[in-house]
């Protein structure tokens, strides 16, 4: 789940938050910094506030299904930014 805000500023921010629920400390961290790589990988507008909230299902899943999750609510949010034609998306490291 995300909750996107406009900031008024030239860059973005972003918040993560992995309650207990998600898993003991080890998986919190761990998913928290696949969603970190997940929104660098991502060409989002600047100038948002974006609260990335995981689910108990983030602490199983596997870092591609994690980002495609991401870009899907990014998108679904209009905080995706439109790619030119000479630009494409950053490559995705496989696990």
């Known amino acids: 789940m995300i909750r996107p ?17 998600v898993g003991k400390a080890v998986v919190r961290n761990k998913v928290r910094r696949r969603l970190r790589e997940a929104v660098r990988s991502l060409p989002l ?8 909230i995981a689910r108990r299902s983030a602490a199983d899943t596997t870092y591609r299904e994690l980002r495609e999750s991401l870009a899907s609510l990014v998108a679904r949010a209009g905080v995706m930014a439109k790619l030119g034609a000479d630009e494409a998306p950053k490559e995705v490291r496989g696990e």
């Open 45 to 52: 507008k600047e100038g948002w506030d974006v609260v990335v």
């Open 5 to 21: 805000r406009a900031n008024g500023l030239p860059h973005n921010r972003y918040g993560f938050v992995t309650s207990r629920a």
